[in-house]
C-alpha cells in the first residue's frame, strides 16, 4: 500500500494543475472533481477576511476545503498555506500566475503556523480547514497584490495547490486617486416573433422568466443593482413580453400551439420598472440591429428608424428616461462607415461603447489606459468608451467560477490599477460584458457588491464618462477582416432589403403616409442575434415577407384576368379600371396604364390627382383608349404611390375592340348609299301609285 501511495504521489506531481473551483456565499466551495484519468484532491477556498487587510496587524482568515477523490485512503494530508512577500509589477505578470501550473512558481513562503495535518482521509471523504495569518506574520510591509495559495500534501510532498490573490492596502503617501467606474448591463436577446402579431417562432422566452432561465437571473441582478450601473434594453425584447401578456401562439414544423398568456412575463416587466426606475437605461436600437452590415449592404436608412423605435417602446414600456445617445454596436467593433450612420441618425448618438481591439492604444502603453477617448465621425467628434477586457470577463467566466477567487481577483485588479506607477488623476473603466450573456446573479452580484466598498474606486453612470487630461492617444477604430466576416452577408440581407422596399410603399400609398406597420418586422430581421444563425432568420424572414405580400393584396384592380375581357365599343371609347381597397385605412394612389399592342390599341390617359379610395370602398378611373382595328389587345395597369413607386404587381387586362378599319367604312357607306337609294325608289313607286289610283277614281266619278 505504502509503495501504491507513493508511485500515486509521483505521478500526480508531475500531472500537476491547480484547479479553481466553484462556491457558494456562505457556505463550503463546490468542490470540482478531476477527470477520472488523474483523480486527485479537490481543494478549494471558501472564504478570505476581509477581503482587503489595511493594518499590520489585521487577522487574517482563510477557509477551504478539501477532498480525497484519489480513490484509496490518504494519511499524513498536509494542507498549508503558501504567501509571497514580494508585490507583482503588473497586471500582465499577476494574470499569468493563477492558470499558471508551474510548481516552481507558486508562492515560495510556506508557513509553518499555517498548516494542517490531516491523520487519515477516506476516499471520498472530505475535511474543512483554516488558517490565519496578520500582514506582518506575512511580510507585507507595502501597498500591493501579492500571491497566495493553498496546497496539499500528502506525507509533506507537494500535489496540488489553489492560487489566488491578497492585496494588501496600508494608508499610502501621496493617497491612491479614485478611479471612476461604470458598469454596463445588457439586457440583449435575439427576436422571437416576425411580425407584431402574437405568433412566435420559438418559446425560448417562458422557458428563461422562471427559475434559473436568464432573464429570471438578469432580474434578479437589477434587484440588487447599484442605481450607477447602467442598463442596455432591446425594446424588441419588450415588446414580445408585452405580447406575451395575453394568450399567444407558437410555431412549431408542422403546426402552431396555443399558449395561454404568461404571467411570468408581466411580473419580469413590473419588477424590471420597479428595480431600475431611478437607474440609467439606455435603450439599444431596436431589436439589436448590425449596424456595420446595415452600413456596408445598402440598408442606411434603417438604422436612424431603429434608434427611434428602439427609443419610444423602451420609454413606453420600461423606463420614461431611457436614452438613445449612447450605442453598444454588435461584438463591440464598429468601422467608420458603421459610426458615421450613427453620428448622422435624429437622435443624435454621440458616444458608442466598444471593445478594446476595437481602438487600442498608439503607442502602446504598459499601464490602463483611460477609458473615454474621443473618435472622428462624418459629424464630428465622439466619445468612445471602452471596456476593460479583464475586468468584463470577471463578470462573465468562461467556466464556473469561485465567488471568493473572483472577488479576490477583482479587488487585486482594480487595486493594481490604483498603483500603477505614474498615475497620480483618477482614471475612468468600464465594465462590459458580451452583449447576450447568461450571467451568475451571485457572482455579478458579488462583484458590484466589492466595488462598491473598495476605497480607489467610484460607481459611476456610464454617461458621466469622458475624455479627460487622463485619456491616452488611440489608433483609429481597427476592424479586421474577420469582423467583416462575421457580418450578417449580402446573401442574407438581399431578401431582407426587398421585404424593407415593399414594406415601406404599404405605407406611402395611405392617405396620411404614416410609418410603415412593419417597420419593428423588418428591423428583426436585421439583427445581430442572427449572425451565428442565419438559417433560422431567413425562416423569419420569409414569414415577414409573406405578411407584407398579403397586405400589398388588399388593394387590387378589380376583374383583372385574361379570361375577363373589357369591351371598347366603337373605335373610340372609354373603359373603366376599378380599384378595391381592402386595407383598414384610406388610401391614394395612381393608376399608370400602358398599352402592349399601340398598333391596335392606343391609350390616351393621364391623371393629374390622386384617386382617393376609402376603407373598404373601391375608386373607379375611366381610361380613353382608341382601336384602330378589332379583336383583343392588352394593356397593363399598374398602381402607383403618389411619388410613383410602383406598388403590388403590374396587371395585364384584355380590351376586346370592335372598332372599324377604313375599308369597314368604305363598305359601310356603299351599303348605306343602296339602302336610301331602295328607300327612294320605293318613295317614288308610292307616289306613282297614288297618282295612279286618283287618276282612276276621277275617270269612274265622270261615268257617273
Known sequence: MIRKTTLLIVLSAALLAPMTVAAAPGAAATLTKTTASRQNFAMSISSITPEVPRSPTDVITFKGVVRNDTGMQQNNVYVRLRYGQQPFTDRVTMAAYAPDQNPATLAPQISSNSAVIIPSLAPGATQTWEFTRTPAQLGLRTFGVYPIAVDVAPNNVPLQALRTYLTYAPPTVPKLPRNRLAIALPVIDQPHRATDDALFVDDKLSQSLTGKGRLADLAAIAQAAPKSVTWFFDAALLDDLTAMTKPYRVKTKDETQDKPANPAAGQWLTSMRTSLAASPVVAVPYADPDVAALAHQGLDTQTDRAIQLGGQTTRALLNRNAKTTINWPAAGVLDADALDLLSVSKDKVNTVLLNATNLPPQPAVTHTPDAAATVDSVNGPMTALVADAELSRLFEPAAPASLTLSKQRFVAETAMIAG?????????LVIAPSRRWDPNPKLVTALMSTA???????????????????????????????????????????????????????????????????????????????????????????????????????????????????ALAGSNGVVPISVKNSLGTSISLYIDVKSNNRDRLQVHFTQTEPLQIGEGQSGTVQVPMTAAVSGDATVTVQLRTSDGQPYGKAQRLTIRTTGYTGIALVIVGAALTVMLAAVVTRVLRRRSERKLARAAKGRESENA
Do not use: C, H, M
Open 452 to 566: 462598491r466598498k473598495l476605497p480607489w474606486l467610484q460607481l459611476t453612470p456610464l454617461e458621466s464618462l469622458k475624455p479627460t487630461k487622463a485619456s491616452v492617444p488611440r489608433a483609429g477604430l481597427t476592424y479586421t477582416e474577420q469582423n467583416r466576416k462575421d457580418e450578417l452577408g449580402r446573401k442574407y440581407l438581399e431578401p431582407v432589403k426587398e421585404t424593407w422596399t415593399k414594406a415601406q410603399i404599404t405605407a406611402q400609398i395611405t392617405t396620411d403616409k404614416t410609418q410603415s406597420s412593419f417597420d419593428a418586422a423588418v428591423l428583426r430581421l436585421t439583427s445581430s442575434g442572427w449572425r451565428n444563425s442565419t438559417r433560422a432568420g431567413r425562416a423569419v424572414t420569409k414569414l415577414v415577407t409573406g405578411a407584407v405580400d398579403e397586405r400589398t393584396e388588399k388593394i387590387q384592380i378589380i376583374g383583372s384576368g385574361p379570361d375577363r375581357p373589357r
Open 420 to 428: 500603477e506607477a505614474g498615475q497620480t488623476v483618477p482614471r475612468s
